[in-house]
């Protein structure tokens, strides 16, 4: 090292040729003590390294032309959706125990047209205005939707009262400084409560490019990516939160996307200019949403059964493994 | 002798307790019965003195006495007092018998200001409380950066086109849409190649006119920009009824057998057997769902 050093320093003064630059095999740039010196060896390993990549890779693509039709396919690159750790609760879409469940559970009165979905949209206590418009905007995104202020009542009363009333599913937006970041969603006969955080909402004045307003009719839903067992009991959640037959002289799309446990909504009208093109136009409001935690029974946050909550120290433990 | 204490403590900056703002002056001493900081209600500056303090939802009277001012450790006497209201009321009176009015008065109001704040204390706890859960930095920017680039991998426009060409091509909206599909595009050339006799040049007008256009279902809804051709749609629909009629002719004369597709499906363009009947109004081809 020492040797490399007394190299590395007398080279330092002018624009040293790289080739007197071969240092030992033992020599590392973090050994040197001098932070300038240290510094410019650094970037001038970089340079090499840097180099040496695109010569081999102009190199493969040489042997890649020679081969022509008989070169290896080319390497399809890792993304975060390739690694991900596969997860055993993934379903099968010809799977017949899930299939079954899902024809038990608490959604199949919904899924079998028993009832109609009657939404109450309420917020915490005191919402201030974003809430309130954003509450406002997302009745007009939800078909058959109530918005009622909560006027410091407990929701433990209020639903025997929503349930009498015929309402399927409670909706409640957490507000914290002004804005919306918290989600409760609550099928109300006795059906999961799913409690998310929320994030990055746009209302539809700051939508850029936003079409006129969302229409009467009944959009239809696109539930993207929801794979696992939970991603399904919660993408049946979201379903039954729209009239099971969508309008189609409406042209009004609702999605939610799973990507990475996070749930993109957004709200679009469709345009068929071909058959082979589309057109949206972005309409209403947009969110993202985390799932927190999933309880069997209505809302009770003491008492109530856990299906699934989200801890971070178990679940936040690999950048690969996703759990919706 | 408490008036020294005063002197020197007191009525100057001197004592530690004392805080003074800009109209009054408060006294931060935990024996004390008013809060101020005055010669009558300081407990350094007072040999005999009283005062009521609350620990954990139970009130206590204190009193201190000059003959015990030389015992620090015994100097303050501790009475709990009475749940009741009234009956704590009077245990004050009988412990505070004979002293200063002042003191007695100070006391009583003292203690129905305690009790008064208790009681807030046990309605409020019946009610709901807001359980404030603290923000971890570090996670909130984690899960920010992670949501950023979810969101970009997603793509989630090309998502969402993609899924309503999927729903358009496995006929979920029936017959709203009439687009042929490319396997009739293909017969359909094939068979316009072939057979080259008078219908060719009608053909050959339609073509141009209609190269780009497709049958449109939402003449009512002038509302959307993305509706550039809407005009020019109505007018060319109404010609195509017009030749559709005659072309529908000219190829029952050449239908060679050959292609299974017949009538107006042989046509490039999108077939309409409906217009037939609706041809005074274009407008309601739209989806008469």
């Known amino acids: 090292a020492m040797a490399g050093d007394g190299g590395g320093s007398a080279e330092h003064g002018g624009p040293p040729a790289p080739e007197r630059v071969l240092f030992p095999p033992t020599f590392s740039v973090s050994e040197i003590k001098n932070k300038q010196r240290r510094h410019f060896m650094f970037l001038r390993w970089k340079q090499q390294q840097r180099k040496e990549k695109l010569a081999a890779k102009k190199k493969r693509r040489k042997e890649r032309e020679a081969l022509g039709d008989k070169a290896p396919p080319k390497a399809i690159p890792k993304t975060i959706e390739n690694q991900r750790v596969y997860d ?15 024809a038990t559970d608490e959604f199949a009165p919904y899924f079998n047209r028993q009832t109609v979905p009657k939404i109450l949209i309420t917020t915490s206590d005191r919402p201030r205005g974003r809430t309130v418009r954003f509450c406002e905007q997302l009745a007009t995104v939800i078909p058959n939707s109530h918005v009622y202020y909560r006027r410091g009542l407990a929701l433990k009363r209020i639903i025997p009262q929503c349930i009498a009333r015929d309402f399927t599913d409670l909706i409640v937006i957490n507000e914290d400084r002004k804005i919306p970041n918290g989600l409760v969603l609550s099928h109300l006969p006795d059906g999961p409560t799913a409690h998310f955080r929320m994030s990055s909402v746009r209302l539809r004045k700051e939508i850029k490019r936003k079409g006129k307003e969302p229409t009467e009719h ?22 039954s939160l729209f009239p099971h037959d969508p309008q189609f002289i409406g042209r009004q799309v609702a999605t939610f996307h799973n990507q990475r446990d996070y749930i993109f909504f957004r709200f679009h009208r469709y345009i068929f200019k071909s058959e082979k093109k589309v057109g949206i136009q972005e309409l209403g409001p947009r969110f993202t949403l985390k799932l927190r935690s999933l309880q069997k029974g209505t809302f009770d946050s003491k008492f109530g059964e856990y299906e699934w909550i989200h801890k971070r120290r178990e679940m936040d433990t690999s950048r690969r493994k996703f759990h919706l | 002798s408490p008036q020294i204490v005063w002197s020197m403590l007191g009525n100057r900056q001197f004592c530690s307790y004392k805080m003074t703002t800009k109209t009054q002056n408060f006294c931060r001493n935990e024996y004390n019965l008013t809060g101020l900081c005055n010669r009558s209600s300081c407990p350094l500056a007072n040999s005999q003195y009283a005062t009521i303090r609350e620990e954990k939802g139970r009130c206590y009277l204190y009193m201190k006495t000059i003959e015990r001012a030389a015992f620090p450790r015994r100097l303050w006497e501790r009475v709990l007092l009475n749940k009741n209201y009234e009956k704590a009321l009077e245990q004050i009176d009988e412990n505070l018998i004979y ?25 409020l706890t019946l009610k709901r409380q807001r359980k404030l859960v603290p923000l971890r930095r570090k996670i909130e ?12 991998a997603a793509q989630l426009d090309n998502a969402i086109e993609k899924e309503l060409l999927e729903r358009l091509k496995q006929d979920t909206y029936g017959d709203i849409y009439n687009f042929p599909i490319h396997a009739f595009d293909k017969a359909l050339q094939q068979q316009q190649a072939e057979s080259e006799s008078e219908s060719d040049a009608e053909r050959e007008e339609e073509d ?20 550039e051709d809407m005009d020019k749609l109505e007018t060319s629909s109404e010609e195509e009824q017009e030749e559709e009629e005659v072309e529908k002719k000219a190829l029952h004369s050449k239908s060679k057998g050959k292609t299974p597709l017949k009538g107006p499906a042989r046509r490039k363009r999108p077939y309409i057997e409906i217009e037939y009947e609706e041809e005074t109004e274009p407008t309601t081809k739209t989806k008469a769902a």
């Open chain 2, 208 to 227: 141009d006119e209609d190269v780009d256009k497709r049958e449109f279902v939402e003449a009512e809804d002038s509302e959307l920009s993305d509706f």
């Open chain 1, 88 to 102: 055993e609760t993934t379903v099968d879409p010809n799977d017949e125990e899930v299939a079954f469940d899902e």
């Open chain 2, 99 to 123: 002293w200063p009015r002042f003191i007695r008065h100070k006391c009583k109001q003292r203690f129905t200001k305690i009790t008064q704040y208790l009681i807030r204390i046990r309605k």
């Open chain 1, 218 to 239: 009944a959009p239809e839903v696109i539930l993207n990516n929801f794979t696992t067992r939970l991603g399904h009991s919660v993408g049946r959640m979201f379903a």
């Open chain 2, 141 to 152: 920017r984690r899960e920010k950066r992670r949501e950023e680039k979810a969101l970009i």
